[in-house]
């Protein structure tokens, strides 16, 4: 039986491109959470999920090649505060950090 090859991987991510609001009037992911579109676009990547190694009983947090640079201090009540909380932390970050 012959072996299916699988499609290599691409290299680079695609980029997420904002788009107008829906014809229903919700945002999209990118227009609410404009700081986490721009941070898995172009400087790294957020993890979610009850993991381990979270210190805190968080479990959402933001890296980058270099490491962790945000992690929730607390546990949140909805997936929607802790992607709100995320989106605050990564402004201040970018703001002291560039």
């Known amino acids: 039986m012959p072996t299916k090859k699988l499609p290599n991987k691409p290299t680079s991510r695609k980029s997420v491109?904002?788009?107008a609001?829906?014809?229903n009037g919700q945002y999209s992911f990118e227009q609410t959470y404009p700081t986490i579109t721009e941070w898995i676009n172009e400087r790294?990547?957020?993890e979610i999920g009850d993991q381990d190694d979270f210190n805190n009983g968080a479990f959402i947090r933001a890296?980058?090649?270099g490491g962790?640079?945000?992690?929730a201090e607390l546990d949140h009540s909805?997936?929607?505060d802790a992607l709100h909380?995320?989106?605050k932390g990564l402004k201040k970050w970018h703001?002291?950090?560039?």
């Open 44 to 46: 790294g990547w957020i």
């Open 78 to 80: 909805s997936l929607d």
């Open 95 to 98: 703001e002291k950090n560039g």
């Open 17 to 19: 491109t904002p788009k």
């Open 63 to 65: 890296l980058d090649p």
């Open 68 to 71: 962790m640079v945000w992690e």
């Open 21 to 23: 609001t829906p014809p």
């Open 85 to 87: 909380d995320l989106e």
